[in-house]
């Protein structure tokens, strides 16, 4: 899910859940658990990455860094409890990018002009994002870079996953080293994630993006329900 169009989290956060596990210590996991996807399909879709608008990629994975980290660290000061409470609005928001992020930027990007600033800034936001929840972030980024940097949802298959795999590498760090990570959770998560990872950053050049669009927003709103009713209910 997260080669094709991300939305990986709402397939590991709600396992690790029903383990059990605390908001907090299970949004921990299962970033962990989902680096080594996000690197595989990152290095799979090396040979399109370009710079945009003008930004270099390094660029941009340095400030997605800084950002995961900020991010990451928020994370492990906000307590469980309190995370509960939060974490359904931060799906809920992400399955409403999922849903009208891509029309949005389509009608922004036909009157409004955005400059260099202002997607460095974009890149920072995404950043502490994906440290702190990451639920969606692919799909924001999508988004944001086709609003900001006028490319279309094919081009962005490549500086999309490596982002991802940058604010994951640098909040996996901060949850390491805060002992957030339930490794027995975390292990079997792994190894799914490397294959997955692998496979679906191939099989994206080729599955129609409308399928993956649809199963994605199945999945997210199933999950945006039960967060709410967990929470709230």
Not at 142 to 148: Q, S
Not at 179 to 192: D, E, H, I, N, S
């Amino acid at each position: 899910m997260n080669a094709l169009a991300g939305g990986g989290t709402f397939a590991t956060l709600p396992s690790l859940l029903a383990l059990g596990l605390p908001a907090n210590t299970a949004n921990a996991t299962s970033n962990v658990a989902l680096l080594p996807g996000a690197g595989t399909s990152a290095w799979a879709f090396r040979d399109e990455l370009a710079p945009l608008s003008g930004v270099s990629i390094r660029t941009l994975a340095a400030i997605t860094f800084i950002g995961g980290l900020a991010g990451s660290v928020l994370l492990v000061l906000t307590p469980s409890r309190a995370f509960d409470f939060i974490i359904p609005w931060l799906v809920l928001y992400a399955f409403v990018v999922l849903a009208f992020g891509k029309r949005a930027a389509a009608w922004l990007h036909e009157r409004v002009t955005i400059g260099r600033q202002t997607l460095l800034t974009a890149q920072m936001l995404l950043g502490i994002y994906g440290g702190y929840f990451g639920g969606g972030v692919g799909l924001m980024t999508t988004a944001t870079y086709g609003l900001l940097a006028g490319h279309s949802p094919r081009e962005l298959f490549a500086p999309r996953t490596l982002m991802l795999a940058v604010a994951n590498l640098a909040a996996a760090i901060v949850f390491v080293i805060a002992g957030m990570v339930r490794w027995w959770a975390c292990l079997p998560m792994l190894g799914g994630a490397v294959i997955g990872g692998w496979a679906g950053a191939h099989v994206g050049k080729k599955l129609p993006a409308s399928a993956v669009r649809i199963w994605t927003l199945l999945v997210t709103g199933a999950t945006t329900i039960v967060f709410f009713a967990r929470a709230y209910g």
